[in-house]
């Protein structure tokens, strides 16, 4: 990851020795490290050999930049599962191509603006962190990975393209910048409730700083429109969370795209839950106050905002 700053130069008056102020230096500036145009050069080049070939090309150019990235061992038992999605997604690049090429273009683009105003409205973001534009294979639209030299946050065009087509990505990019900000707030936290914090605080964010985003562009209409689902079971989805808060042994359905629906619920269904918590507890507050909130306070402030929601006797 690339970050500038500058040195600030003392200067001394001529001839009175006497020091005039130091400039002040730029804050360091978050970058982005755009790998997704050099994955298809590279396929370009081997497009018309075997998909070993192509394979072993893709590896060989990202071993330095992006270590193990493409390769399946990172994902154990599940590598063969992975090995024959990728080698799919691979074999699938060229009627993709275009798609993820122009998501990555607008991801680039925005990128700055999105930035200054998320640091505008909420503080500055850890610009250490190192962020990246990849083709994901399918693996992911935007994920925390740990290549061996600390996390990375990695944002997976060809998912965008396929996730947010037509539609604004600024609000999912905000969305996981939220979390870069917030996580280490939060701190270490297992419970369900710190799902539903962490992830429906995100919506929030994203949402205040992009007024109007549809709920594609928010990530609630994956892997289908969760808000229509709910009209008529608030409540329902609402004491569902209540009766788990304190757990985890369900959170794949509630807030992943797999696993068996809990009780018929949309999958993902926490996302808009979360949201709705974030969205009672956040009047008045600013999204930097809100972020700051940890531990058993903010457990019983979620508790408490569920409880006016719905009536869960069995909660």
């Known amino acids: 990851m690339k970050a500038f700053a500058g040195i600030a130069a003392l200067a001394l ?17 978050l970058a982005l490290e755009n790998h997704a145009a050099d994955f298809d050069a590279v396929w370009l080049a081997h497009r018309e050999q075997p998909l070993a070939a192509q394979w072993a090309a893709i590896r060989s150019r990202f071993a330095a930049d992006l270590p193990g990235f493409y390769e399946n061992e990172r994902f154990g038992d599940m590598a063969g599962f992975v090995d024959g999605v990728r080698s799919q997604k691979l074999a699938e690049w060229p009627a993709h191509r275009s798609a993820a090429l122009a998501a990555a273009d607008r991801f680039v683009a925005a990128f700055p603006a999105a930035v200054a105003r998320f640091e505008a409205a909420i503080g500055p973001l850890p610009a250490q962190r190192p962020v990246s534009l990849v083709m994901s294979l399918g693996e992911f639209d935007g994920a925390v990975r740990d290549l061996g030299a600390g996390e990375t946050l990695f944002f997976g065009a060809d998912e965008i393209a396929r996730i947010y ?14 979390h870069t900000y917030h996580s280490p707030r939060l701190g270490e936290c297992r419970p369900l409730w710190c799902a539903l914090w962490g992830e429906g605080l995100a919506v929030y964010a994203a949402s205040r700083l992009n007024p109007g985003a549809s709920d594609v562009e928010l990530g609630l209409a994956m892997p289908a429109p969760i808000r229509p689902a709910l009209e008529t079971r608030k409540a329902e989805a609402v004491c569902a969370v209540r009766r788990r808060m304190d757990g985890g042994e369900d959170y794949r359905p509630i807030f992943t795209g797999m696993g068996e629906p809990l009780g018929g619920l ?23 106050e809100m972020a700051e909130w940890n ?3 903010l457990r019983d402030r979620i508790a408490a905002s569920l409880a006016r929601m719905a009536d869960c006797p069995d909660a």
């Open 266 to 288: 949309p999958l993902r269904f926490g996302y808009l839950v979360g949201l709705w918590v974030a969205e009672d507890l956040g009047r008045g507050r600013s999204l930097a």
């Open 295 to 297: 531990g058993p306070a």
């Open 13 to 29: 008056l001529g001839g009175c020795g006497q020091p005039i102020a130091a400039e002040s230096a730029p804050a360091p500036v």
């Open 165 to 178: 087509p037509g539609a604004s990505t600024a609000p999912f990019l905000q969305h996981e910048l939220f």
